[in-house]
């Protein structure tokens, strides 16, 4: 019988994977690879934190607000505008996980530069904005990139599995250091003179993500989970095919990806299910990190917080390396109480440096402490143990939903944090906030998620944590 389109495109795609996968690599291809991550994960840690940083200084250029008075009611009237919508524009991120459910069918290799470049381009709309409309039309476009987080999907099927959260987090601190690039641009371009200087801090960032996005696809090559996956499938014969589908359908468990697929399994796993209701609670307690800038300018001048966000990704970096290495050794829960502890505790001083004038050393050692055990902890609930969970077939497909289903727990965080700024001090709001739903979050995870560490990638499949 003659073959149809669909499989003369298949074998195609077998030939040209199978020479892919039988292509020899050079003895130091995995440091190369590496270091190449390494590199966007840079773009990536200052593609997220930029606009956090910049806000203030956005918002005074954008309102018009004479009087650079982050305690103002000209301040708090563009808060009240401003973040509503961004909450709102969000909601068209649930076309996120649809996206990077593709690359489960056409590779990670693709994906890797699209969202690079993506990164790229949002941060040049924001960088541009010449209206409020424009400025949050970048953010959108931004988040829409930045939460794929394809370089950690890269290492986590690239690396060994006995070291996987220590390549993770190794990659991560040094991205994370990295973040202080924005507190050395803030003194070199930001100016209280001159209301639109806050635009420079973004030009080195936008031309480093263009650039190395677009090399990342000749030096970067498919990773071998992907390519065993992938070949598997397309060696299967029309009867095995069916027949494995006849078995999905009865099981309810198809490892196939796409995100209504993923939600499915999401629902029907026990493991994922409770992992979703952990994290989604837990990113309720995010909401401080969008409003670190204005709690700075509330207590120090823009040299001190200028000072400030040079110095805390270091601390940052520190905490995140760290935790890397607790994972690997206790396990993904106990790393995750330990990270909830330090956050909080962070967090608390962070706030307390800024009100009694502890200074710019103190505020950004605690906030980079603190953020640094918060985003380890986001990236064990929604990247990690969800990838440890997950077949390969359906891995990125579940990892990009799920963190959009988790994610989407920032909505609750932020919108008390909106309300209860008219009323509230922000600093005494994010206590409020974030310790209650801190400490639930990791009840539920000590209770009712079992442990991932250890888990090869490769062998992992729908009935491992029934």
């Not at 960088?127 to 931004?142: D, E």
């Not at 996956?229 to 095919?241: D, G, I, M, P, V």
Request: charged share 15%; with cysteine; glycine share 6%.
């Amino acid at each position: 019988m003659k073959p149809t389109n669909r499989q003369e495109k298949e074998a195609r795609e077998l030939a040209r994977l199978h020479k892919e996968a039988t292509r020899p690599k050079p003895a130091f291809y995995l440091a190369m690879v590496m270091v190449v991550l390494t590199i966007i994960y840079i773009v990536d840690e200052i593609t997220s934190n930029v606009n956090s940083s910049m806000q203030p200084y956005a918002l005074f250029d954008l309102f018009s607000i004479a009087s650079r008075d982050v305690n103002s009611t000209e301040y708090a009237h563009a808060i009240n505008t401003v973040a509503p919508l961004s909450l709102v524009s969000n909601f068209l991120l649930i076309v996120t996980p649809f996206y990077k459910a593709l690359s489960d069918r056409y590779g990670r290799r693709l994906f890797l530069m699209l969202n690079t470049i993506g990164m790229g381009l949002g941060m040049a709309i924001v960088m541009t904005a010449g209206s409020v409309a424009q400025y949050i039309l970048g953010m959108l476009f931004m988040m829409f990139f930045t939460p794929n987080d394809m370089q950690v999907l890269y290492i986590m099927e690239t690396a060994p599995k006995e070291k996987r959260a220590t390549y993770c987090s190794v990659t991560k601190a040094i991205a994370l250091v990295s973040v202080s690039l924005i507190g050395v641009f803030s003194r070199m371009f930001l100016r209280a003179d001159v209301p639109s200087s806050w635009r420079m801090v973004y030009l080195i960032p936008v031309i480093a993500a263009l650039v190395v996005g677009t090399l990342s696809f000749f030096f970067v090559r498919e990773t071998p989970v992907f390519l065993e996956q992938r070949l598997a499938f397309l060696s299967l014969t029309e009867e095995e095919r069916k027949r494995r589908a006849e078995q999905d359908a009865r099981s309810k468990t198809a490892e196939r990806g796409g995100v209504i697929a993923a939600v499915k399994f999401i629902f029907i796993n026990r493991q994922l299910r409770w992992l979703l209701i952990t994290g989604f609670i837990f990113y309720s307690t995010t909401c401080y990190t969008s409003y670190y800038t204005t709690v700075m300018e509330g207590g120090m001048s823009t040299a001190d917080v200028a000072l400030a966000m040079t110095l805390y990704p270091f601390f940052n970096g520190i905490t995140t390396l760290l935790s890397g290495i607790i994972s690997d050794k206790l396990g993904r829960k106990k790393a995750c109480l330990v990270l909830g502890l330090i956050t909080i505790a962070g967090l608390a001083v962070f706030l307390a440096a800024c009100r009694f004038g502890w200074g710019p050393l103190a505020a950004g050692a605690a906030y980079g402490i603190s953020i640094g055990g918060l985003w380890s902890m986001s990236d064990t609930l929604i990247l990690t143990m969800p990838g440890e969970s997950t077949p390969s077939g359906m891995r990125s497909s579940v990892m990009g939903t799920i963190t959009v289903m988790i994610g989407s727990g920032m909505f609750v965080g932020n919108a008390l944090f909106i309300v209860g700024q008219n009323f509230i001090a922000k600093d005494v709001l994010f206590m409020i906030i974030c310790l209650p739903f801190m400490v639930l979050s990791l009840l539920i995870l000590m209770a009712k998620v079992k442990e991932t560490r250890g888990i090869d990638l490769e062998t992992v499949t729908a009935d491992t944590f029934r």
